[in-house]
């Protein structure tokens, strides 16, 4: 998963990195409050990590902006801080999910941001054989897309795009997100190849409105996969059945989808 940390002491972090990055997760580090405010203005997080020893005069007021930036879905975890009822009051009245004290290593750290990754993004975490989002039925195993009763031929990266996105269907993810998440934190010199890939699925997967999903450009910064409440029928029960409305109301009805008749 991808974190931000911020933190006020190199040798602290230093500490913690090699765990959290050994466990997977990609790390972006700020020393500075600006400097954080800057990047999660135009990238997105799974969870924000924030040093403790922070806490002071406009800190509140810090982190409702940063809170206002980061949007839907992102945890929050205070870590290095004072065994203060106050503090921790505090921290949790600001949305909070964990607060860690002083003097905790990094592989508690590490375990404690899985178990709050768990709980707010489970999917990440399961080992599902299958995804179902009708239309769209996910064969984690054998890698293979269908729509209804189509098979839709899909690249590896292709494949792993769709799945992400529809695991995580209504978060703004930032290209330097994706390339965290499914290229391995490559050069953003490949955000381009971002914006291929998503080209690729919005096209082969139909979801430009169509289908009942829609991925949309966000802000010029990102891509998110949300759901689209228009009724709607899909090309493929129009090819498949060349019948009248009823017919293909009735197919639809079937397949669990919606219709709008022309």
């Known amino acids: 998963m991808r974190l931000a940390l911020l933190h006020a002491n190199q040798e602290f972090v230093s500490n913690i990195l090699a765990s959290l990055m050994d466990s997977g997760h990609v790390v ?20 924000l990590l924030i040093d403790g020893t922070l806490f002071g005069v406009g800190f509140r007021r810090f982190l409702r902006r940063l809170w206002t930036l980061a949007g839907n879905g992102v945890a929050l975890m205070f870590i290095n801080c004072e065994d203060s009822e106050t503090r921790l009051a505090e921290a949790f009245a600001l949305g909070a999910d964990d607060f860690i004290l002083r003097g905790v290593g990094g592989r508690e750290i590490t375990a404690r ?20 989002c009708q239309p769209y039925m996910f064969d984690l195993e054998a890698r293979t897309l269908h729509l209804l009763d189509t098979e839709i031929a899909l690249t590896d990266k292709e494949f792993d795009l769709a799945v992400f996105l529809f695991q995580n269907q209504g978060r703004v993810f930032s290209r330097g997100h994706l390339l965290d998440a499914l290229w391995g934190g490559q050069s953003l010199s490949l955000t381009r190849t971002v914006d291929t890939h998503v080209s690729r699925i919005r096209k082969k997967l139909m979801i430009n409105g169509e289908n009942g999903y829609r991925l949309v450009s966000a802000y010029g910064s990102g891509y998110r996969l949300e759901k689209h409440n228009e009724a ?17 109301r009735a197919s639809a009805a079937m397949h669990g989808v919606g219709y709008a008749a022309p």
């Open 28 to 47: 972006h580090a700020f020393r500075e409050e600006r400097d954080l405010l800057r990047d999660i203005g135009r990238e997105s997080f799974d969870l």
């Open 113 to 132: 941001v899985d178990a709050v990754l768990r709980r707010r993004h489970p999917a990440h975490y399961r080992r599902d054989v299958r995804l179902e």
């Open 232 to 248: 709607w029928v899909s090309p493929l029960l129009t090819v498949e059945l060349g019948g009248g409305a009823e017919q293909v």
